[in-house]
């Protein structure tokens, strides 16, 4: 036996010890490169015309349309198909698999005009709460807060739907663009901003009102996870009511926190008890001292 033979066989001696299942065929893995073109055509559809090399006249519009929705549905009914595959140890695509997929896509796809409107609502408090922003268009092309929250609602949707595996690809896409991570599992009302983005962290359980502002660097996470997976399904990240804003640096733990409606949390605050309606927090007497 060669090198290449023996230590191939070593490798696949050593997972399969370590694999709770056989190992999975990679041919029936979701394709990460197609999940990343099924959430470009999602853009595409999500804000037509504003994502193609040529632009959509109005006479286009609706022969473009369909034809995004026909690609799209193709392409994410197989990759639904091999994540329900994966999940439940099947390797075969099997017929009634697909048909199941199929239903689960079509659902999804029913989703998007919603889609298209609490993201409408999402980059006007964009634009109300930023201004350096020059127009809505800007910040559709350009913000990485609207890209993180765009892949989140869609991804949201599809964890609706059960759908394993491909709602955190698409979200840990979307994080590793803008270093934005939302949990699909989060949930977030309409008008929602984030302004700057870099580093923010939302977990799976966080609850987010209508209204909401953060900033870079926010943490809406777990107080501790050392328990694992006894807290599976279990709140373990904050709420935050309507008309809160978050400023660069805070952070809130905890799945009994709640900050009340309207309130302001200031920057590189540490919080893990609940913030009453109306009330600002900041830290007192933070003082810088120079040397020479």
Do not use: W
Request: charged share 25%; proline share 4%.
């Amino acid at each position: 036996m060669n090198f290449a033979d023996s230590l191939s066989s070593e490798i696949i001696s050593t997972h399969v010890k370590y694999s709770s299942k056989e190992i999975t065929r990679p041919d029936y893995l979701p394709d990460k490169d197609e999940v990343t073109n099924i959430i470009k055509l999602l853009r595409r559809l999500l804000f037509p015309g504003y994502f193609e090399k040529n632009g959509i006249n109005g006479t286009d519009m609706q022969l473009s349309v369909c034809g995004l929705v026909t690609e799209t549905e193709n392409m994410l009914r197989r990759q639904i198909c091999r994540a329900l595959n994966l999940e439940s140890g099947e390797c075969g695509n099997c017929a009634g698999m697909l048909d199941k997929a199929g239903d689960i896509c079509r659902s999804f796809l029913k989703k998007i005009p919603d889609i298209i409107e609490i993201l409408f609502s999402d980059v006007q408090a964009t634009f109300n709460g930023d201004p350096a922003a020059r127009s809505k268009h800007e910040i559709i092309f350009a913000y990485p807060g609207i890209f993180a929250i765009s892949v989140f609602r869609m991804a949201r949707e599809l964890h609706m739907l059960d759908v394993p595996f491909l709602p955190r690809m698409m979200t840990e896409y979307a994080h590793s663009r803008t270093g934005i991570d939302i949990h699909p599992g989060a949930e977030i009302d309409g008008n929602f901003c984030i302004d700057h983005g870099t580093g923010i962290v939302i977990g799976e359980t966080t609850k987010i009102g209508s209204f909401v502002k953060l900033y870079q660097g926010v943490t809406l996470g777990a107080l501790s996870t050392y328990r694992g997976q006894d807290l599976r399904g279990k709140k373990r990240h904050p709420t935050l009511e309507d008309s809160v804003t978050v400023y660069s640096g805070a952070s809130i733990l905890g799945g009994d926190t709640v900050i009340g409606k309207g309130s302001v949390i200031g920057g590189n605050v540490f919080i893990t008890k609940s913030i009453p309606s109306n009330t600002k927090v900041y830290l007192k007497n933070h003082e810088l001292e120079y040397q020479k």
